[in-house]
């Protein structure tokens, strides 16, 4: 789901931070200087940290249901609102971490300075600050998505952690519009559940408008890979006790997802987009 509270705030800050720069417009001195900008009251916290953390919380606790629906409701509804909680001050607060109006602050002061150096009028000046994108309501929709997809990463993280699964793994969709540093993380296969992928990510999103997901599982009884060296003993019929199968394949449209996998294994066929648990008969023929 998209936080749409969240979206329409960022979209009235925007229009917010626009209005009162240029409200000097009307005033006796009609010139515009970097101290409007420094001087603009930039705490979103106050205006729009109710809504987000709503949102936030609904997404999360989504997700960890989802995840873990034999888990506690209540456990459930504890985690979401201490995440939604911590990342809404993150996002919100002037000294969080993830500020977007400090973000957004920088960019207006740059964009005014170059106007001011190109000797804009303050009527250029407003024309173009009401076109800019960090005033956009695709601005606010980007960074709604990308919040939403890192709140439901990290609502499946939690609800997996709670169920003792310790592993993770990072899976695209397969098809040539995966990014490269997602390409890399999948290629990562199984890592610690605390553990970064080689983006440095802990779940997803990787970037705005990633498409990927995150699997999480309890850590085999071997370390060994039960297939590992077993691919040619299978597809010679030699090894049949080991509940592998020779190839493992989409029940629905019969893409290779791997060979010499371990029957009831999941995998993830990129081009039904859905989870499959390999079982015998399942077009493994």
């Not at 329409?8 to 005033?27: F, K, N």
């Not at 001011?116 to 076109?131: M, Y």
């Not at 695709?138 to 890192?150: N, W, Y």
């Amino acid at each position: 789901r998209r936080p749409d509270e969240l979206t329409d705030g960022m979209q009235g800050a925007g229009a917010s931070i626009a209005e009162r720069l240029l409200a000097r417009l009307g005033a006796p001195v009609r010139k515009l200087e970097l101290s409007d900008v420094d001087g603009h009251d930039w705490d979103w916290y106050e205006l729009y940290y109710q809504a987000v953390v709503a949102e936030l919380q609904a997404a999360f606790e989504a997700a960890y249901v989802a995840a873990g629906p034999e888990l506690p409701p209540t456990q459930a509804q504890t985690e979401a609102v201490r995440y939604a909680r911590e990342r809404g001050a993150q996002l919100l607060r002037l000294d969080g971490n993830l500020n977007l109006a400090e973000t957004t602050r920088r960019g207006v002061r740059t964009f005014v300075a170059e106007a001011i150096e190109q000797g804009q009028s303050l009527g250029q000046i407003q024309r173009n600050l009401r076109d800019e994108f960090m005033f956009s309501r695709q601005r606010a929709e980007l960074v709604a998505r990308t919040e939403s997809a890192e709140a439901l990463g990290q609502g499946e993280k939690i609800a997996a952690l709670a169920q003792g699964r310790d592993q993770k793994r990072w899976i695209t969709q397969g098809d040539d519009r995966v990014e490269p540093e997602c390409l890399g993380n999948q290629g990562a296969g199984w890592i610690g559940a605390n553990e970064r992928f080689p983006s440095g990510h802990d779940v997803i999103p990787a970037h705005p408008r990633c498409r990927c997901r995150t699997t999480f599982r309890h850590t085999p009884v071997s370390d060994v890979d039960p297939s590992e060296g077993l691919a040619d003993d299978i597809a010679a019929g030699r090894d049949e006790s080991r509940g592998l199968l020779a190839e493992a394949r989409c029940p629905r449209c019969a893409k290779l997802l791997g060979k010499a996998k371990p029957k009831g294994l999941s995998l993830w066929c990129p081009r039904c987009k859905m989870e499959v648990e390999l079982v015998e008969g399942a077009r493994d023929d």
